[in-house]
């Protein structure tokens, strides 16, 4: 978590904020994540418009960000991550709009 401190006269207050909330996603990230808007229950894709697959570490940094979540296992391909958008990506990409 990144700390913020604004100062008032005569006081310093800390004020913890997420990073998520101070920097919004890049452009790969609002990408990706945009594409679970319109799917249900958030799902999102594995591939980009183009069928390349979307950079591990993309996905990756949106989850830990809490864009992002696991949302179940591939019994067929086990190595991808199926994932949904949560309601803090939802957030993020309405603020960044």
């Known amino acids: 978590m990144n700390d913020h401190i ?33 799917q249900a229950g958030g799902k999102l894709p594995l591939f980009d418009e183009e069928g390349q697959r979307y950079s591990k570490q993309t996905i990756r940094s949106c989850l830990e960000k809490g864009w992002a979540e696991p949302w179940f296992a591939n019994p067929i391909k086990p190595e991808w991550l199926v994932c949904r958008l949560t309601d803090s990506g939802r957030e993020v990409l309405h603020a960044d709009s």
């Open 6 to 38: 604004h100062k008032f006269p005569g006081k310093k207050k800390r004020i913890k904020r997420s990073a998520h909330l101070v920097h919004g996603p890049s452009h790969s990230q609002r990408n990706w994540l945009s594409r679970g808007i319109s």
